[in-house]
T-cell receptor
Framework: GDSVTQMEGPVTLSEEAFLTINCTYT??????LFWYVQYPGEGLQLLLK?????DKGSNKGFEATYRKETTSFHLEKGSVQVSDSAVYFC???????????FGAGTQVVVTP | NAGVTQTPKFRILKIGQSMTLQCTQD?????MYWYRQDPGMGLKLIYY???????DKGEVPNGYNVSRSTTEDFPLRLELAAPSQTSVYFC???????????FGSGTQLSVL
C-alpha cells in the first residue's frame, strides 16, 4: 500500500548548520509530494510542495526535489536557525479528494 | 480569516465518558478531515467528508463517529472513551482541486 517513510528524530543541530531530512515514498500513480511543519503547540502548516517529477519546491530557505527514480523527496536547508526547531512531516497525495499519507514526522532541534 | 477552528484545546475524560470535538472552517472548503497524532506514528486519518451530508471512514474509525450537516462544521464524536483514544486530534480542510491542507491547532485528549 501507499506509505511515506522519513528519518527518525530527533535531529539536533547547531545554528547555521546544514539540515537534511530524508523522505521516501511508495504510491500508486503519480503523487504530489509535500513537506508540512508543526511548531510547538500548533497544527501543521504547508512548508513546500512539488507536483511532478524533477519539480523543486522551496520556501523559507527550505528546498526539496521530487525524485521519481528514487521515490524520494528529501528536505534541505543550508543554514538553520533556532526558529526552525519544529517537527517536519513528509506527505503525499494521490487521490482527487485529497487523501494524504503522512510520514511519522522528524523532530528538529536547533541550538544557539 | 479564522481558518480552521477546533475546540476544546485540552480535555481529560474518564473511561466510558463521551464527548464531541468541534471543528469549523470559514473557507467554504468541501473536504474536511479528522486525524489523530500519536507519538512517533505520524497522522492517521479517522474520518473524512467530501461535502455536506457525506462522510466516510479513514484508516482508524473504530470508536468514533462524525456528521457533516453543514459545509462549515465537522464534529467528531467519541461515544465510550477508552485509554487507546488518548491522542492529539487535528481537524483539517481543503478546497476542491486544492492541495494545501489547512489544519486546526489541535485537541489534546487524555482518557484515564
Amino acid at each position: 500500500g501507499d506509505s511515506v517513510t522519513q528519518m527518525e528524530g530527533p535531529v539536533t543541530l547547531s545554528e547555521e548548520a546544514f539540515l537534511t531530512i530524508n523522505c521516501t515514498y511508495t504510491a500508486t500513480g503519480y503523487p504530489s509530494l509535500f513537506w508540512y511543519v508543526q511548531y510547538p503547540g500548533e497544527g501543521l502548516q504547508l512548508l513546500l510542495k512539488a507536483t511532478k517529477a524533477d519539480d523543486k519546491g522551496s520556501n523559507k530557505g527550505f528546498e526539496a526535489t521530487y525524485r521519481k527514480e528514487t521515490t524520494s523527496f528529501h528536505l534541505e536547508k543550508g543554514s538553520v536557525q533556532v526558529s526552525d526547531s519544529a517537527v517536519y512531516f513528509c506527505a503525499h497525495s494521490t487521490d482527487s479528494w485529497g487523501k494524504f499519507q503522512f510520514g511519522a514526522g522528524t523532530q528538529v532541534v536547533v541550538t544557539p | 480569516n479564522a481558518g480552521v477552528t477546533q475546540t476544546p484545546k485540552f480535555r481529560i475524560l474518564k473511561i466510558g465518558q463521551s464527548m464531541t470535538l468541534q471543528c469549523t472552517q470559514d473557507m467554504n472548503h468541501n473536504y474536511m478531515y479528522w486525524y489523530r497524532q500519536d507519538p512517533g506514528m505520524g497522522l492517521k486519518l479517522i474520518y473524512y467528508s467530501v461535502g455536506a451530508g457525506i462522510t466516510d471512514k479513514g484508516e482508524v474509525p473504530n470508536g468514533y463517529n462524525v456528521s457533516r450537516s453543514t459545509t462549515e462544521d465537522f464534529p467528531l464524536r467519541l461515544e465510550l472513551a477508552a485509554p487507546s483514544q488518548t491522542s492529539v486530534y487535528f481537524c483539517a480542510s481543503i478546497g476542491t482541486g486544492g492541495e494545501k491542507l489547512f489544519f486546526g491547532s489541535g485537541t489534546q485528549l487524555s482518557v484515564l
